[in-house]
């Protein structure tokens, strides 16, 4: 169900003006009966219908997703293979945060690489946020929403073809934007602990550099330049360079879109900046929910060079190329 941020803000923040601030207008927030195996389940078949592909015909069945999981010691791909009725399949779980919508795709060419027996591969990324253990918009600055997509992947297919992939992390940061209840270490939070009055992601940040200002405007700046960097990395594994990207497809956060597009000398209007703002951050699922929905306006073209890329935890900064 689409949601009016400047509406419902108040309801998960008492300072409801500083996520209206992000540039948010709508996010989506699934019915409390509807899980995440659900989303992705949905999402897939329409993919599958609209390739015309038969879930026989799938080889490798893949689930990225983004977000707390239904139950422990659970695989979601199987769950999904399951409400789609494939039996006997091999299937793939990623679960590196909002990263593994994009750096899945350069997992799943290595798998073609060896396993010549794949041709067809049903890649789905879902993003559901368990609002029991995380505030959809304290998180970090970013609303949080949520969503599934789904592609069919083949093997030598002319269109829309993935190029590279590139990621790296900085392990000194893995415990930022972390759910600390639930787990192992801690399995239930403390009594009276809520996710709406539990501290907001970006504390864990400001108290890393123990609130410095000027350290952190300096880490800012790398977050921007290891965008960057993994751009770079991306497009020397490809054989193109920066210059030759057209079109630049981040992550669902519309200031961040801004501050890369302009040194990157693309307009907004090829970037995802207005799908930012209509649907929220939906984890796994922003990027190719994104460039699905520009190539079906007609603003990526034939021939066109995307960059999908974002940041993720880890912390983890990564890029894939994909030729449309």
Request: proline share 5%.
């Amino acid at each position: 169900m689409d949601q009016n941020v400047a509406e419902v803000a108040g309801q998960y923040v008492p300072d409801p003006e500083r996520i209206v601030r992000w540039g948010y207008h709508t996010f989506h927030r699934a019915p409390d009966d509807v899980t995440a195996t659900d989303l992705a389940a949905r999402a897939a078949q329409d993919a599958l219908a609209r390739t015309g592909v038969a879930a026989d015909d799938v080889d490798l069945l893949v689930l990225a997703t983004s977000e707390h999981p239904e139950y422990p010691h659970w695989d979601g791909s199987a769950a999904l293979g399951r409400a789609l009725k494939m039996e006997n399949r091999q299937t793939l779980l990623l679960n590196e945060g909002c990263a593994s919508g994009v750096t899945g795709l350069g997992i799943v060419a290595g798998l073609l690489a060896v396993q010549p027996e794949i041709n067809t591969v049903l890649f789905v990324a879902v993003n559901r946020v368990s609002e029991f253990h995380r505030n959809r918009m304290t998180v970090n600055n970013a609303v949080h929403s949520d969503g599934a997509v789904a592609a069919v992947l083949r093997r030598g297919h002319e269109r829309n073809t993935w190029l590279a992939t590139e990621q790296f992390t900085v392990t000194d940061l893995c415990d930022w934007f972390r759910t600390d209840y639930g787990g192992a270490v801690a399995p239930l939070p403390p009594e009276g602990w809520s996710s709406k009055t539990a501290p907001a992601g970006h504390i864990q940040v400001q108290e890393h550099f123990q609130r410095d200002p000027k350290r952190l405007r300096e880490f800012g700046q790398q977050a921007v330049t290891r965008v960057f960097d993994a751009l770079d990395g991306a497009c020397k594994r490809a054989g193109v360079s920066r210059d030759d990207v057209t079109h630049l497809i981040y992550i669902n956060d519309p200031d961040g879109i801004t501050d890369l597009a302009q040194p990157l000398g693309i307009p907004l209007e090829r970037t995802s900046y207005d799908i930012a703002k209509a649907h929220g951050h939906m984890g796994s699922a922003d990027q190719l929910t994104a460039l699905g929905r520009l190539i079906e306006q007609g603003t990526v073209a034939p021939g066109d060079l995307v960059a999908l890329t974002g940041i993720s935890i880890g912390m983890r900064w990564y890029c894939s190329l994909v030729r449309a």
